[in-house]
């Protein structure tokens, strides 16, 4: 299999919303466009960025289907069905595969601490109910659940499964997934924190919630490691760094802090659902001044 198509800067892609909190097609379809036009190589779509555990199944769907309606064939598009249910997973891989997204991922099973023959279950059905590739989702600090090199290397035997997206902290996650397999077989940097870092240590490509927000400074690290120039790239990295600290300071979440930056270059995408919280009171003076940071850094570069 060319796996080349899953390797580059892919955002995860944001939940966008009307002014009553309702799915907005045509706010997704300008996000969906506006990413395209900074020249990423795919999207995430249906992720925690996309605030799925809040967003009904419908929801969901008219996501996956209005990101596919202006992007399939021009963008790499990956869509995230974890739901609490391994029934509500599958419907919404059958779905995807309808709607032609190149590849599934899921989180392993939320809430429940379930013993990891559960687990492998619950990927293998969902890896299982459709043709399409899958890229397992290991965020053990969300989930409570950290992929072992036990059951990856269980789940290496279905041909389907052809990446995981590692947003455990440990970089040297990243390098003991590879090791565990193969020249064939995608590692996603997940924490956009440690972009340049897991890149080195053997991550082939990267998947990030911060990336929305500034596209041009992924692709530049990208370009900077991709190239050999590392001292660049930790610079632009010590940069990207300074941006995520600031965007995580205020009251809020931080796709609310990145959600308002939008807004600020025009975009409105929405607010975000609850429980998540918006930025309220005085921070919202300070999101012009994140902005601009953002920006400064992209000249820079």
């Known amino acids: 299999m060319l796996l080349d198509k899953y390797k580059g800067i892919i955002p995860a892609f944001y939940a966008c919303y009307d002014e009553t909190g309702e799915i907005s097609p045509e706010r997704i379809r300008k996000l969906a466009n506006h990413l395209y036009e900074k020249g990423v190589q795919g999207l995430y779509v249906g992720g925690s960025s996309g605030e799925c555990i809040y967003q009904s199944l419908k929801e969901r769907k008219a996501t996956l289907k209005c990101v596919s309606n ?71 600090q969300t989930t409570g659940y950290s992929l072992s090199i036990n059951l990856l290397s269980k789940l290496l035997k279905n041909n389907k499964l052809i990446g995981v997206k590692n947003s455990s902290m440990p970089v040297m996650d990243i390098e003991r997934f590879k090791a565990a397999t193969h020249d064939d077989f995608i590692v996603f940097n997940g924490p956009d924190e440690q972009f340049v870092s897991g890149r080195l240590i053997g991550a082939d490509s990267g998947i990030g919630g911060t990336y929305g927000v500034m596209p041009e400074l992924f692709l530049k690290a990208e370009e900077f490691v991709s190239t050999g120039n590392f001292t660049e790239a930790r610079k632009i990295q010590r940069d990207i760094n300074d941006i995520i600290i600031e965007l995580c300071s205020l009251n809020g979440s931080m796709y609310s802090v990145i959600k308002e930056i939008y807004k600020l270059r025009g975009l409105n995408i929405g607010s975000v659902r609850g429980p998540l919280e918006p930025v309220s009171g005085n921070d919202l003076g300070k999101i012009e001044g994140i902005k601009n940071r953002i920006d400064k850094a992209i000249l820079k570069y």
Request: proline content about 8%; hydrophobic content about 40%; aromatic content about 12%.
């Open 70 to 140: 202006n992007l399939k064939g021009k963008l790499t598009l990956i869509a995230h069905v974890g739901a609490p249910s391994t029934k509500e997973s599958v419907e919404l891989a059958k779905y995807a595969a309808e709607l032609g997204y190149d590849a599934l991922s899921a989180v392993p099973p939320i809430y429940f601490q379930l013993p990891e023959s559960a687990i492998e279950k619950y990927w293998t059905e969902i890896m299982n109910s459709t043709d399409l590739p899958f890229i397992t989702y290991n965020i053990p």
